[in-house]
């Protein structure tokens, strides 16, 4: 057996008791120490294999399983956690800078007519008391209210003027159909006497509780909603 074949031997078994090999082995004393070496090495780890295990072994590997995955629960929900709160941060800035900002009263009410543009096909016939309900709902009107019936009232609603509770109406004009808006006086609110777009005209006047907007295509219906409004709200 030459030395390469019988290290092979020696490396997988070297308890081997072939005949090739133990007379390959006496052949050299630096062998037979090898082998012994082997041998001895492989005593070391038998021992090392046989050492008991603990009763429970198995229950605290289960517990530190359960330990690290709480632990990463815990990193990812307090990342979820501060995410949300983040989020809820910028959300009530955002809600603040918008309560503070000035609001152009003309450019909100335009917009709101495109908005609920299926106010101009309703027509729920609204009595001027069922307005002053409502005005009085609001709480932020002081006592205004209609002492009469303004002409006919084809739609009523409240609406939200930037955070700002307001009411909706669509009323009837000369000819047409006019929207008129009723916001509660605030200091950011920018009133323009006169606004419109490549549709709507739009006015708008100030009482002593509210801002009235008016807007429609034609500016003699505002003329005639505006002089029903003057004679008829307090």
Known sequence: MDELKFRRQAYGEPNCQD????????????????????KKLDKKLDRAFKIDVP???????????QLHQHQSQRRKSGFTLALVASVAFIAGISFTLLRMAPVDLGQHALAHVYHESKALSTDQNVSFNDVNFQLASMGTTGNAQF?????????????????????HLVMQGEQGKVTLFIVPVEE???????????????EGFETDN????????NINDLSYVKKEIQQTFI
Not at 55 to 65: C, I, Y
Not at 147 to 154: A, C, E, F, N
Not at 188 to 202: C, I, P, S, T, W
Request: aromatic share 12%; glycine share 6%; net charge negative.
């Open 147 to 167: 002492t009469q019936q303004p002409g006919k009232v084809y739609y009523s609603t409240f609406c939200d003027f930037q955070g700002v509770k307001s009411l």
């Open 19 to 38: 005949d090739d090999f133990l007379a390959a082995m006496k052949a050299a004393p630096e062998r037979e120490a090898f082998i012994n070496d082997l």
């Open 55 to 65: 009763e429970d072994l198995a229950a605290k590997l289960l517990l530190n399983q």
């Open 188 to 202: 950011r609110m920018v009133l323009e006497q006169v606004f419109a777009d490549n549709k709507y005209q739009g």
């Open 210 to 217: 509210a801002y009235m907007l008016l807007v429609g295509e």
